[in-house]
């Protein structure tokens, strides 16, 4: 299976602050990667598809790139809303699989 | 409104079975690939498994394979999980997912439900 490993797992920051998460692939997924956002008690939420497209209705301070086996999430200001875990995952191969998360908070 | 509403969920013992059930509305669910999607309590996201649009192709995690099935009746909008010996670590919300693409078994997971837990416990 390939193994997707996100940094940090943890990360509290002030809100207007650039936050970046990063997703490691064990292998060459191209550019098969999608990242979720997911609230506790909520469903979650595709915010990219294809490692840099974002899905309809995400804000554009969202940003995605990468490819192969190195991606980077940003949110260029954060807000308070933005407090959630975010998964990485790719589709390139089944099965699919997602990174461990990373836990947002707010300082 | 696209909307998926799990049901099904509940406590049932080790060794036992359980069947999810997953309702689609406001979209053409015969037109897409669907999928179960878990997690545990504190751990992260787990795909479980993938049926296409048609049934022709299916798909299991392996922690699942020979245990679980997954099925779906497109004339009631209506995907399933049936579970057969459950396994403590089993215990999870379990997420219907819709895949992205008209017609394509994707793995982008474009509209959640809310979920249903699954309590795998003596």
């Known amino acids: 299976d390939i193994q997707m490993t996100q940094s940090p797992s943890s990360l509290s920051a002030s809100v207007g602050d650039r936050v970046t998460i990063t997703c490691q692939a064990s292998q060459d997924v191209s550019r098969y990667l999608n990242w979720y956002q997911h609230k506790p008690g909520r469903a979650p939420k595709l915010l990219f598809y294809?490692?840099?497209n974002l899905q309809a209705g995400v804000p554009s301070r969202f940003s995605g790139s990468g490819s192969g086996t190195d991606f980077t999430f940003t949110i260029n200001s954060l807000q308070p809303e933005d407090i959630a875990t975010y998964y990485c995952q790719q589709f390139h191969t089944l099965p699919y699989t997602f990174g461990q998360g990373t836990k947002l908070e707010i300082k | 409104e696209v909307q998926l509403v799990e049901s099904g969920g509940g406590p049932v013992k080790p060794g036992g079975s359980l069947r999810l059930s997953c309702a689609a509305s406001?979209?053409?669910?015969?037109?897409?690939?669907m999928n179960w999607v878990r997690q545990a309590p504190g751990k992260g996201l787990e795909w479980v498994s993938a049926i296409s649009s048609d049934s022709d192709y299916i798909y299991y995690a392996e922690s699942v394979r020979g245990r679980f099935t997954i099925s779906r009746d497109n004339a009631k909008s209506s995907l399933y999980l049936h579970m057969n010996s459950l396994r403590a670590e089993e215990t999870a919300v379990y997420y219907c997912?819709?895949?992205?693409?008209?017609?394509?078994?994707?793995?982008?997971?474009?509209?959640w439900g809310q979920g249903t837990m699954v309590i795998v416990s003596s």
């Open positions: 294809d490692a840099s």
């Open positions: 406001g979209f053409t669910f015969k037109s897409y690939s």
């Open positions: 997912a819709r895949d992205l693409v008209v017609g394509a078994t994707r793995g982008t997971f474009d509209i």
